[in-house]
């Protein structure tokens, strides 16, 4: 395997994982390659690039921000649009003009003083999304994306999704911990009981319409879930966005696809190699990992809830009753947290029910207690 085939090996083990682990001899120049990624927004809303450096493999982090760079869009017009960096190698720029007539590039200058540069690239027109739709299956459900496009024009497709589902609590909190041994009536609007979370797709989605008659998309896979499913255990919501690629994107994109579904063992089949369509004009020999496409985007989103669905989402909670005293509170809070109480004679709270946090508060499960505003 030659140079580009190990630095991608690096890359793509850092990115998706790896079963067994697997040293690769890189060089210390192949480990600070440049990575690009993101594509060039000619609809409606903002265009981010994210730049970072492959870091070495056993690196805990991966990747490293490539910071204070300078990023421009560049068309055969003439045109050119300046990327502002906001955070952590992210250049974003609010809106880019661009014309489908015209082509573009992007250019990219590191605080090191060397020069990149992708491509010219078509602009493409994205279809829209015709509908998604869900099919049920033996262990669970499949969602798939349908489009077309009249004019033949598109015939390669890429997809990207975002998650969003609402989690309940097993038990509805009255009381909550607060500190030491005190325990207080939940205050109104404190509520624990009914979070939100949320998704991205990281997995490379793409399908080609080329060996078909009709530029026509029939449910295109995006994501199985299983049943039992935290996901589907009260309301899910997707929200898929699709682009149009040139012929030459989708090889690309279907290539590191192959290669980061391959990856496995040592055994298995070497990854073949990448050739995106950024460039090193500084250094004609170093490798820039990432392929720019400029296309416009279309989004839909759908809704599933459990009673469409069926199955349950289980936690396996179990309430536990303990004394209103000092020393059993210190002994079983704050490893678990109350959610309601037991009454004895005048009144007076005799014992509190305790649980588990992730069956208490939606929130130890990640979830988020703000409602999103499409929900």
């Known amino acids: 395997m030659n140079k580009t085939g190990l630095v991608l090996v690096a890359f793509l083990l850092v990115l998706f994982g790896c079963k067994d682990p697997y040293d690769i001899p890189l060089r210390p120049s192949d480990q600070s390659s440049l990575v690009v990624d993101g594509f060039l927004n000619s609809g409606q809303g903002s ?48 809106q880019l003009p661009l014309v489908n007539t015209y082509q573009y590039r992007l250019r990219i200058t590191t605080t090191n003083g060397k020069e990149y540069r992708s491509d010219y690239v078509t602009v493409k027109k994205t279809p829209v999304i015709d509908s998604i739709s869900w099919k049920k299956q033996d262990e669970g459900i499949r969602i798939t994306a349908n489009a077309h496009d009249q004019t033949d024009n ?10 969003t ?53 029939s449910e295109g896979p995006l994501i199985d879930i299983p049943i039992g499913s935290e996901k589907i255990g009260v309301r899910y919501s997707i929200l898929v966005k699709q682009y149009a690629l040139t012929k030459e994107a989708y090889q690309f994109f279907q290539l590191m696809k ?23 004009l500084s250094d004609s020999k170093e490798l820039v990992i990432g392929f720019v496409t400029a296309s416009s985007v279309e ?66 499960r990640g979830g988020l207690l703000l409602k999103p505003s499409f929900w």
């Open 47 to 94: 265009t981010t690039i994210t730049l970072s450096r492959v870091l070495n493999i056993k690196s805990p982090v991966g990747f490293k921000p490539e910071m204070n760079a300078r990023v421009f869009v560049e068309g055969t017009d003439n045109s050119s649009y300046i990327l502002t960096e906001r955070s952590n190698g992210q250049y974003t720029i609010n």
């Open 154 to 163: 598109t015939r390669y497709y890429r997809w990207e999704y975002e998650e």
């Open 165 to 217: 589902w609402e989690i309940h609590s097993f038990y509805t909190a009255v009381y909550k911990w607060v500190s030491g041994i005190t325990i207080i009536r939940m205050p109104s609007g404190e509520s624990t009981f009914r979070c939100w979370k949320d998704q991205k797709s990281t997995g490379i989605l793409v399908g080609s319409t080329a060996q078909l008659q009709s530029d026509i998309v």
């Open 258 to 280: 192959k290669n980061t579904e391959s990856l496995g063992t040592i055994f298995d089949a070497q990854p073949s190699e990448l050739s995106g369509n950024m460039h090193c």
């Open 299 to 364: 989004e839909k989103r759908m809704f599933i809830t459990r009673s469409e669905v069926g199955g349950t989402f289980s936690l396996g909670c179990e309430s536990i009753s303990i004394l209103n005293d000092p020393d059993t509170i210190k002994e079983w809070i704050p490893g678990r947290l109350p959610y309601d109480a037991e009454y004895g004679t005048g009144g007076n709270i005799s014992r509190y029910l305790v649980s588990d946090h992730i069956c208490v508060d939606c929130k130890s």
